[in-house]
T-cell receptor, first 112, second 112 residues
């Protein structure tokens, strides 16, 4: 059974710091991994999608890496801003399954 | 493009009542899914559809019914609401290739 873990559950940092968010998964037979952002009371916004054949993806100040063999992904946020405050979730698609398996998320607070 | 829309945004039901949560998309995506999000449990797949006329069960299907008569719409029916169905419900869509998921804004349901 695929399990996705995000540690820590919450993080509070001052503005300007470079951040690393961690995601680990137990089954390396994944099709892809997707990082989302969720603001309070809102839906999920897709940030980055990494196919299983890729090692990393970049979008603006965000960079996500994937290491299938170790079952890990990291989301790097450069020069954090108060507007980055949100809950960040990672999710994996197992090969041959339609179910997207989510971690429980990490609540990020960036203080001005 | 509206993307993925969900109605209503909020709903309060009494135990035993039935209702339908609506989901519509204008991206011409074949795949549509329903997830529920509960504190401490993360997001869990309820039902999904790989195209008009085709549906299948996810991880937590009991108490819910779906059908898909068009590509655009994928309603979720609660047959007899129970307090355990109090949750936030998200509809998601994805194209056949790539598997990047797009989520709607959610419906917050309370069953008393």
């Amino acid at each position: 059974k695929q399990e996705v873990t995000q540690i820590p559950a919450a993080l509070s940092v001052p503005e300007g710091e470079n951040l690393v968010l961690n995601c680990s998964f137990t089954d390396s037979a994944i099709y892809n991994l997707q990082w989302f952002r969720q603001d309070p009371g809102k839906g999920l916004t897709s940030l980055l999608l990494i196919q299983s054949s890729q090692r990393e993806q970049t979008s603006g100040r965000l960079n996500a890496s994937l290491d299938k063999s170790s079952g890990r992904s990291t989301l790097y946020i450069a020069a954090s801003q108060p507007g980055d405050s949100a809950t960040y979730l990672c999710a994996v698609y197992r090969s041959g399954s339609e179910k997207l398996v989510f971690g429980k998320g990490m609540k990020l607070t960036v203080n001005p | 493009n509206a993307g993925v829309t969900q109605t209503p945004k909020f709903q309060v039901l009494k135990t035993g009542q039935s209702m339908t949560l609506q989901c519509a998309q204008d991206m011409n995506h074949e795949y549509m899914s329903w997830y529920r999000q509960d504190p401490g449990m993360g997001l869990r797949l309820i039902h999904y559809s790989v195209g008009a006329g085709i549906t299948d069960q996810g991880e937590v299907p009991n108490g819910y019914n779906v059908s898909r008569s068009t590509t655009e719409d994928f309603p979720l029916r609660l047959l007899s609401a129970a307090p355990s169905q109090t949750s936030v419900y998200f509809c998601a869509t994805r194209p056949r290739r790539g598997r990047e998921q797009y989520f709607g804004p959610g419906t917050r349901l309370t069953v008393t």
